[in-house]
């Protein structure tokens, strides 16, 4: 039997940079999660009778309860299949994987990422396609329109599945198959890198999976596989709250793990990943790498691991993050995309094959192995690379610097900001930018300063306003953007890069180096008389 429920629309289900992500207490509203499960049923109607569906989430509040519901529409909705994982457990990069092995049409990956979980905190839906990607802004933007029109949803009249029972039972005339989240994600890594070697080199780590969903991932695939020492994977255990702690593997949030490797007693190797498993930190013995600079390293060094031997086909990098990657791609011959921020503009070409691996400064690299970014996969190819080379995280990134010069890079985060403070601040850079060439602030010349627009490449799609740049002589530059992930407020971030050449300072603090650049863009963007603030929330 199918229950058809009438509903009226919310006007605040517009999917931001990665789908919706609201407040747990949003969430909760009557037909709230139904109304957006819905419209993302309506909007593929046409495909979805007969098609699999992959659902899983990173274990926070509010996942187990969505979890079923979606899976009743599926049933209504007249899919065939559901692909779920165990205790509804899946990680953004396995459910990615998934997605691909299945032949699904698609999949529901309920998580809000690197953000809070618990019932005051955040919970997010998004969609991703057949090719294992989020969702590309035609099919997020047709969901926003559905979403301003819905007046029914549809579920089928079944209670609720154990989520927790590995095998098939049957919703209404559909299967759910419940699956170990664990398993078709680490055979893939281990077609990808060289495990022997890895295991050979009798490397030491600490991983800190944040109590969130990579804690199975890891301890399944650097204990058990690898033979990492037990309590590597440090709060391993994926809990609805992240036992109280911001899932975000950065220096603030993972400053546990940053301060034992800068200790005494520090492991060779320290990496962190978020909420949903999708974002990595790298941290070598004494040696904080950028997320940025680890894109680059990874892509120098790709071709020593077995899935990448045969060599790389493109880089791609969010336009924030920033320029070294293209050094890289430069020295190695192959084209650098610069894309707006958002794993979803990698997609398209990760499926022409134009690019093969792709990183963005907001901790995420990943690789064409799946449609996702992958931390997981950004540690596993760090110590694929360290085992082959016996080199060091820092000896790695003195030689890449030593070769490449170095790119000095921070981003500075003004969290809550006013919402409407901020927008004033973006409309007034942006509709000063043409003035600014060839202004002198200090020793700093603009070169260029403009409001990136991207095509792309594959479909001609443009996508405009995507983040204020201001480029200085010499491969300097400040880049302004508002955040698109953000619950409440606006958050302002700034990303400040300074490029020292070869022969240069390659060593210096990233402050001292960055201060006239953050200086220039105080200058240049009044953030303190628009926000009231004289210090970024968040540097990293
Ligand atoms: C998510 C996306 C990333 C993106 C990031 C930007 O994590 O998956 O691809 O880089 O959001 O977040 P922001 O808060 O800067 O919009
Ligand atoms: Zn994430």
Same mark, same amino acid.
């Given at each position: 039997?199918? =229950?058809?429920?009438?509903?009226?629309?919310?006007?605040?289900?517009?999917?931001?940079?990665?789908?919706?992500?609201?407040?747990?207490?949003?969430?909760?509203?009557?037909?709230?999660?139904?109304?957006?499960?819905?419209?993302?049923?309506?909007?593929?109607?046409?495909?979805?009778?007969?098609?699999?569906?992959?659902?899983?989430?990173?274990?926070?509040?509010?996942?187990?309860?969505?979890?079923?519901?979606? %899976?009743?529409?599926?049933?209504?909705?007249?899919?065939?299949?559901?692909?779920? @994982?165990?205790?509804?457990?899946?990680?953004?990069?396995?459910?990615?994987?998934?997605?691909?092995?299945?032949?699904?049409?698609?999949?529901?990956?309920?998580?809000?990422?690197?953000?809070?979980?618990?019932?005051?905190?955040?919970?997010?839906?998004?969609?991703?396609?057949?090719?294992?990607?989020?969702?590309?802004?035609?099919?997020?933007?047709?969901?926003?329109?559905?979403?301003?029109?819905?007046?029914?949803?549809?579920?089928?009249?079944?209670?609720?599945?154990?989520?927790?029972?590995?095998?098939?039972?049957?919703?209404?005339?559909?299967?759910?198959?419940?699956?170990?989240?664990?398993?078709?994600?680490?055979?893939?890594?281990?077609?990808?890198?060289?495990?022997?070697?890895?295991?050979?080199?009798?490397?030491?780590?600490?991983?800190?999976?944040?109590?969130?969903?990579?804690?199975?991932?890891?301890?399944? %695939?650097?204990?058990?596989?690898?033979?990492?020492?037990?309590?590597?994977?440090?709060?391993?255990?994926?809990?609805?709250?992240?036992?109280?702690?911001?899932?975000?593997?950065?220096?603030?949030?993972?400053?546990?793990?940053?301060?034992?490797?800068?200790?005494?007693?520090?492991?060779?190797?320290?990496?962190? &990943?978020?909420? #949903?498993?999708?974002?990595?930190?790298?941290?070598?013995?004494?040696?904080?790498?950028?997320?940025?600079?680890?894109?680059?390293?990874?892509?120098?060094?790709?071709?020593?691991?077995? @899935?990448?031997?045969?060599?790389?086909?493109?880089?791609?990098?969010?336009?924030?993050?920033?320029?070294?990657?293209?050094?890289?791609?430069?020295?190695?011959?192959?084209?650098?995309?610069?894309?707006?921020?958002?794993?979803?503009?990698?997609?398209?070409?990760?499926?022409?094959?134009?690019?093969?691996?792709?990183?963005?400064?907001?901790?995420?690299?990943?690789?064409?192995?799946? =449609?996702?970014?992958?931390?997981?996969?950004?540690?596993?190819?760090?110590?694929?690379?360290?085992?082959?080379?016996?080199?060091?995280?820092?000896?790695?990134?003195?030689?890449?610097?030593?070769?490449?010069?170095?790119?000095?890079?921070? =981003?500075?985060?003004?969290?809550?900001?006013?919402?409407?403070?901020?927008?004033?601040?973006?409309?007034?850079?942006?509709?000063?930018?043409?003035?600014?060439?060839?202004?002198?602030?200090?020793?700093?010349?603009?070169?260029?300063?403009?409001?990136?627009?991207?095509? #792309?490449?594959?479909?001609?799609?443009? &996508?405009?306003?995507?983040? %204020?740049?201001?480029?200085?002589?010499?491969?300097?530059?400040?880049?302004?953007?508002? &955040? @698109?992930?953000?619950?409440?407020?606006?958050?302002?971030?700034?990303?400040?890069?300074?490029?020292?050449?070869?022969?240069?300072?390659?060593?210096?603090?990233?402050?001292?180096?960055?201060?006239?650049?953050?200086?220039?863009?105080?200058?240049?963007?009044?953030?303190?008389?628009?926000?009231?603030?004289?210090?970024?929330?968040?540097?990293?």
């Amino acid at each position: 039997m199918i =229950r058809a429920v009438k509903t009226t629309p919310y006007p605040d289900q517009k999917p931001g940079t990665s789908g919706l992500r609201k407040k747990v207490r949003v969430f909760q509203q009557p037909d709230y999660a139904e109304n957006f499960i819905q419209s993302v049923f309506d909007v593929i109607e046409r495909e979805r009778a007969g098609a699999t569906l992959v659902i899983g989430g990173d274990g926070r509040f509010l996942n187990r309860e969505v979890i079923q519901v979606a %899976i009743r529409m599926a049933a209504a909705a007249t899919f065939a299949r559901v692909v779920v @994982g165990q205790g509804g457990i899946l990680s953004t990069p396995a459910a990615s994987n998934l997605i691909r092995r299945r032949g699904a049409l698609g999949g529901l990956i309920l998580s809000a990422s690197h953000n809070p979980g618990g019932p005051e905190e955040d919970f997010g839906i998004k969609y991703n396609v057949s090719n294992g990607g989020p969702a590309p802004e035609a099919i997020t933007d047709a969901i926003y329109a559905r979403t301003k029109a819905i007046d029914t949803w549809y579920a089928a009249d079944t209670p609720d599945i154990d989520l927790d029972a590995l095998g098939e039972v049957q919703v209404g005339g559909m299967t759910v198959e419940v699956v170990d989240p664990v398993a078709d994600y680490a055979a893939l890594m281990e077609t990808l890198f060289d495990f022997d070697a890895i295991r050979a080199a009798n490397l030491t780590m600490a991983f800190d999976a944040m109590s969130a969903v990579t804690g199975p991932y890891a301890t399944e %695939i650097l204990e058990r596989r690898l033979g990492f020492a037990p309590c590597t994977v440090r709060n391993g255990t994926p809990r609805p709250d992240f036992d109280g702690n911001h899932p975000d593997p950065n220096l603030v949030h993972a400053r546990e793990l940053y301060d034992t490797m800068m200790g005494d007693d520090a492991p060779d190797f320290g990496a962190a &990943s978020d909420g #949903d498993g999708d974002r990595n930190l790298i941290i070598g013995r004494g040696r904080f790498v950028t997320p940025s600079d680890s894109l680059a390293m990874l892509a120098a060094n790709a071709h020593l691991a077995p @899935g990448y031997a045969g060599g790389l086909k493109g880089i791609a990098r969010s336009m924030p993050t920033s320029a070294a990657a293209d050094r890289v791609a430069a020295d190695l011959n192959i084209p650098a995309y610069e894309t707006p921020t958002g794993w979803k503009f990698f997609g398209n070409l990760l499926d022409a094959g134009r690019a093969t691996i792709c990183g963005e400064e907001s901790a995420g690299t990943g690789s064409d192995h799946v =449609r996702e970014k992958d931390g997981l996969w950004a540690v596993l190819l760090w110590l694929n690379i360290m085992a082959v080379t016996g080199k060091s995280v820092d000896q790695i990134a003195r030689d890449h610097w030593g070769r490449y010069g170095r790119n000095y890079y921070a =981003r500075h985060d003004y969290e809550g900001v006013d919402s409407a403070a901020a927008d004033t601040l973006m409309q007034e850079l942006g509709s000063n930018l043409a003035s600014l060439s060839g202004k002198k602030i200090g020793s700093l010349v603009i070169t260029e300063a403009d409001n990136f627009a991207y095509t #792309d490449p594959t479909d001609c799609s443009v &996508s405009t306003n995507q983040g %204020i740049r201001i480029l200085f002589d010499g491969g300097s530059r400040v880049v302004f953007r508002l &955040s @698109g992930t953000g619950t409440s407020g606006a958050t302002l971030r700034v990303y400040l890069e300074r490029y020292e050449p070869v022969g240069g300072d390659l060593d210096a603090e990233t402050g001292a180096m960055l201060a006239d650049i953050a200086a220039a863009a105080d200058e240049l963007a009044g953030i303190r008389r628009h926000t009231g603030r004289s210090e970024p929330d968040v540097v990293t």
